[in-house]
């Protein structure tokens, strides 16, 4: 479809008139390449989202996990879910911001230090001066860049990861936004991220976060650290994660924790979320830093690690692959056969993983769920845990997590 269409529904998005929004989407998505540029598009709109009454705006929040679903798939798949994130959008009040405002007001601000930048960035956000944390987190990355203003983001939200640790997912879900849509467009979520932490950190006073300079004595093994948490012997695992954190090995450290996360993954699945985000935080992070988040969470998200051995996945077995889909899709549509048999057999058919979490995503517009949100950002955590687990583990998050969903 011609460009200038596409266009149209790009004015419209900003906007509440859903009605000619969606019946032009629904025209543009005859064609399935429009699918990434109206899904790139929605992730700077809805960075904008901005209500009042609400403490954790989840707008982005949902984006993002929707996002990271739809790149499991490929168009024609998916649309059924980026139908529903258009249709989204338009329920959500939106601040104005624009990459051209957003950098005029960046500019404003006399050049300084990175320290002094910093330090000045803390101390707004703990004043509750919104404005000016936007304007000095998109400063901090035109000068420095994203990567560098993301990072400085995050880990102000280590000061306090927040009630579900929504302070630490916001501040990794607008820094991935960011980084995805690069200069200058990704200064929208920053501007918008320093609002979001003027309200959500305001009198909160920095955490100190020892500096090490080195790995320390610790042996960076994560089977070694999987036995040590198993037996509950966590006089060891400190320096063990330390030392995985300063050899490049933050985000493979996260495995038992998302593995025991998957297990018991929490009120409307917030602990998988968090130990998700985290895994997507390492990259931004030091290694001091990952060293004390994960001593953080390896104490405090949940109490039971190890793999159930009764969702260890058998021998390979030779089905029809059609008919292990076609079951798979029966679990999610009538939660009969349960998720973990047909999932099972799918995985122990040799269905490549890849293939079952795109069927997934495909099935999701055929869902009629009211806490649409929550069962994104979800099922985005099941989903992204068991690709990063793997073909072997992948049962555990997706039994559980498909046995619950959707919400």
């Keep these: ?40 598009e929605l992730l700077l709109v809805v960075s904008n989202h901005d209500d009042p009454q609400l403490h954790t705006p989840h707008g982005l929040l949902t984006l993002e996990a929707g996002r990271d679903l739809l790149r499991l798939t490929r168009p024609p798949g998916g649309l059924g879910l980026l139908r529903f994130l258009v249709l989204y959008n338009f329920s959500l009040q939106k601040r104005a911001l624009t990459p051209a405002a957003v950098g005029a007001e960046a500019r404003a601000i006399p050049a300084a230090t990175a ?42 939200s280590l000061d306090d990861l927040g009630r579900l640790g929504h302070n630490l997912a ?15 467009r990704g200064l929208v979520p920053l501007a918008n991220l320093g609002y979001v932490q003027a309200i959500s950190l305001q009198g909160v006073a920095p955490v100190d976060i020892p500096i090490f300079t080195n790995p320390g ?3 960076p093994d994560v089977e070694l650290l999987g036995r040590l948490l198993e037996d509950w012997e966590f006089d060891r695992v400190e320096e063990i994660l330390r030392a995985l954190a300063f050899e490049g090995q933050a985000d493979a450290v996260y495995r038992p924790l998302l593995v025991a996360a998957s297990a018991e993954p929490g009120f409307l699945g917030h602990t998988l979320g968090e130990a998700h985000a985290a895994r997507l935080a390492s990259r931004y992070l030091t290694p001091s830093e990952n060293a004390w988040l994960l001593w953080k969470l390896y104490r405090t998200l949940t109490t039971k690690f190890g ?27 009538y939660k009969s056969p349960p998720a973990e048999e047909t999932v099972r057999h799918a995985l122990e058919a040799d269905v490549p993983l890849d293939d079952i979490l795109a069927a997934v995503v495909d099935f999701y517009g055929q869902w009629t ?15 992204q845990t068991a690709k990063f687990l793997g073909k072997e583990e992948a049962l555990l998050p997706l039994a559980i997590g498909l046995s619950k969903l959707p919400f």
């Design 369 to 383: 769920v009211g806490e649409k949100e929550h069962t994104i950002s979800y099922l985005n955590a099941v989903l």
């Design 1 to 40: 479809m011609a460009s200038k269409d596409v266009e149209r529904l790009f004015a419209i998005l900003p906007t509440f008139e859903h009605q000619r929004g969606i019946r032009l989407f629904d025209d543009l998505t005859k064609d399935p390449a429009n699918a990434a540029p109206i899904l790139e």
């Design 307 to 333: 793999y159930p051995e009764f969702l260890r996945i058998g021998p390979p077995e030779s089905t029809d692959r059609s008919s292990l889909i076609a079951a798979l899709e029966s679990s999610l549509r």
């Design 170 to 184: 916001m501040a990794v879900a607008y820094s991935e936004a960011a980084s995805s849509l690069g200069l200058p």
């Design 217 to 219: 004595a610790g042996k």
């Design 115 to 156: 320290e002094d930048m910093e330090l000045a960035y803390r101390k707004v956000v703990h004043d509750h001066a919104g404005s000016k944390a936007a304007a000095l987190l998109a400063r901090i990355g035109l000068d420095r860049g994203i990567e560098t203003a993301a990072h400085l983001a995050i880990r102000t």
